[in-house]
């Protein structure tokens, strides 16, 4: 009967658990218009520009565009390195150039710069009222002129621009016909420069051509137009840059890419560098110059969130505001909410799968330790850290060295095999790696003794079966993993904190999992559907 009184208590707190949960959510949606517009991540994006010289004797001058904010993309964290050279920094309301600059240099130099991007995808809706415009203002006339390489008075310019406008007023549909022109020719990556007439005479060309040439005919029917510079973040290593038109309509500047098909619009990983016909590096002659770009993008979380933490001051919100107020940061409180989320998918796979796993819950403690070094790389590392432990216990068990002592050996071979893999990746620029750099990142102790507990399964029940088990932490691991990364769930729990609520709540039903597991329906196939067919047979 007690038992029974107790089966209902718990059943009871699940239920009342999981329905507080629900309500609570319901009500913050539909009633008090919490929105999951906020929750949903962003992308941003890292990106590291490395150049390297030689200076033969003579006087060197290094130039390059640097991003700026503007419009929908946003600059943060930048650093400079370089050493034994002068740096100058322009900047003007379209760009930022960086100046570097030595006297009589010689020998190698170097320049790194890193930065964070964030970019919001653009798009505009071009009203169909608007028409070509026969006054321009003083402050536009710029971006009608012809230039060197955008031949906007060439007759052959000027026929296919009339011949492409026709009669038509709509500003929309001349745009239009200009760009289904450009965007239909051929597409050709050439090196260097090509203008707007080549573009034209040989039907195709790379960015800058194709640019070019959609800024010739605008310009020619008396529309500001102008070229832009930048480069398109894809994750990699790349020396591509990039061009594209805007043209001046209804107080914007709107954007065209007739190479890669957007329409007064780009997408989230378009990069601004400068405004204008220009190249994006530039340099003294002769000194080998040669340069490429890292980017690495990264899913962060929505700047809207923000937002709804000002517009609810109270309760949770305000405990939140007083927290990171008190310096506390939102990033790691982000961090410690999804902790028992990626615990509960430990229980999961332990009680309901049926997994075996080194430690009740070093999948999830192991998760937490490589968030900094990335999966790949912390798997990478726990599995080579561990081989070297567990190869150094028997000869000390061969050595009979005392339990303790033995742990302690044992844990100068965990830092050991720390500070050589830290080594390795600076010399072979593993970048996964370097956050091996800081000791801290891996909980020391509990690697030492997990590799004790991995040394004991092997003497006691083989290779086999723990390497079994090894590669079930592993993967439960790697679902921790996936679990306090995930940005979205980190956003979630942050706005509904009740969620953690519907954890407990599975972790009591979980706790009277009674049924088989999963892996002894596997394991015991054989008799479970051998007594099926008897049934069936009798």
Known sequence: ?????????????????FSFTALSILLKVFLWGYSFNSIIPKISYTLSTKMSFTGNGDDLVVRTFLPKNRGSQEITNMTMVSEGLNYNGISDFNYTRGNWTQYNADGEYYIHIRYQVNIQPTHYEISPELTMEEQIPDNLLEYLEETENIQVHSEEIGQLARELAGQEDHLIIVLQNLYDYVYNLGSKPFKGTTDALTALRLQEASCNGKSRLFVALARNLGIPTRLVGGIILNTGTKKTTHQWAEV???????????????????????????VGDEALFSHSPNIGFNYHFDISRNTITNPEISRVFRDNPNGWFGIIQGLIKGGLSLRLLQFLLVIPFAVLIVVIFKNVVG???????????????????????????FTLVLIVTVLLRFPLEKLGILHTPKLAIMMLGVITSLII????????????????NSAAVFPIAILTITSERIAITMMEEGVKESSLILFQTLIVMSLCFLIIRSVALQALVLVFPELLLGVLAMNLWLGHWTGLRIMEFYRFRSLIFRGNTDEVQN
């Open 1 to 17: 009967m007690a038992i029974e009184r107790r089966e209902r208590i718990i059943r009871t707190i699940i239920i009342l658990l």
């Open 248 to 274: 001046y309509m209804g107080n914007h500047w709107v954007p065209f890419d007739t190479l890669n098909g957007h329409f007064a619009r780009l997408p989230d990983n378009y990069l601004t560098f400068y």
């Open 355 to 381: 997994f075996k796993t080194y430690g009740t819950f070093l999948p999830a403690l192991m998760a937490m330790a490589i968030q900094a070094t990335g999966l790949y790389a912390g798997i990478i590392a």
């Open 421 to 436: 893999i830290s080594a390795l990746s600076i010399i072979f620029e593993w970048e996964g790696f370097s956050a091996l």
